[in-house]
């Protein structure tokens, strides 16, 4: 699985859009990036996924370049409630289809200011 | 309501004595997972369970036993616990096999173990 690189926490004002960059230079084509959060020892929650085109849901919004060599994960409204450690993984989708193993690195803790 | 339960939430015992940590899920997901979660190290892969009857070691095996008689279940055992298994652990499910690309796991709320 390609190595991925977040810094290691960033802050941001509350109603604001929080946008948290990830680079994963050596992914290759067959590999999605997710994005996962965990909120103080909770279980991670699932946030979005792409492969190469912009999503969005009702949570976030996923930016992935055009070179797929990095991506952004944007809150378009970042509430108190949205501070956490965010997760960016790069996987190769299993045989059977799903998010198999995930391998999550340290994260970037986000840390939304009233 | 969708959710992968787990028990106990928490839990502290002594070397060797054996025990049990349950996880189910109500989602007829195929595939399911073990994780533990130790300061500076993220999470690490245990075991995990592709369906019924099959299951395989992930990154971190030694000290744990899994089983997967039933599709909601996939229980996880520590037969001798050792004080350097004292973790948080998460249990997670996805749907697996033909339900659609790149389909997102589901995790517990977690299990924190002391082994003393």
């Known amino acids: 699985d390609a190595k991925t690189t977040q810094p290691t926490s960033m802050d941001c004002a509350e109603g604001r859009a929080a946008n948290l960059p990830c680079n994963h230079s050596?992914?290759?084509?067959?590999?999605?990036v997710y994005w996962y959060r965990q909120i103080h020892s909770q279980g991670p929650q699932y946030i979005i996924h792409?492969?190469?085109n912009n999503e969005t849901n009702e949570m976030a919004s996923l930016i992935i370049t055009e070179d797929r060599k990095s991506s952004t994960l944007i809150l378009p409204h970042a509430t108190l409630r949205d501070t956490a450690v965010y997760y960016c993984i790069v996987r190769v989708v299993g045989f059977g289809g799903g998010a198999d193993g995930l391998t999550f690195g340290k994260g970037t803790h986000l840390i939304i200011q009233p | 309501e969708a959710q992968v339960t787990q028990n106990p939430r928490y839990l502290i015992t002594v070397t060797g004595k054996k025990l049990t940590v349950t996880c189910s899920q109500n989602m007829n997901h195929e595939y399911m997972s073990w994780y533990r979660q130790d300061p500076g190290l993220g999470l690490r892969q245990i075991y995990y369970?592709?369906?019924?009857?099959?299951?395989d070691k992930g990154d971190v095996p030694e000290g744990y036993k899994v089983s997967r008689k039933e599709k909601r279940n996939f229980p996880l055992i520590l037969e001798s616990p050792s004080p350097n298994q004292t973790s948080l652990y998460f249990c997670a499910s996805s749907p697996g096999t033909g339900k659609g690309v790149g389909q997102p796991q589901h995790f517990g709320d977690g299990t924190r173990l002391s082994i003393l």
């Open positions: 792409g492969l190469k």
């Open positions: 369970s592709m369906n019924v009857e099959v299951t």
């Open positions: 050596t992914i290759s084509g067959n590999e999605y």
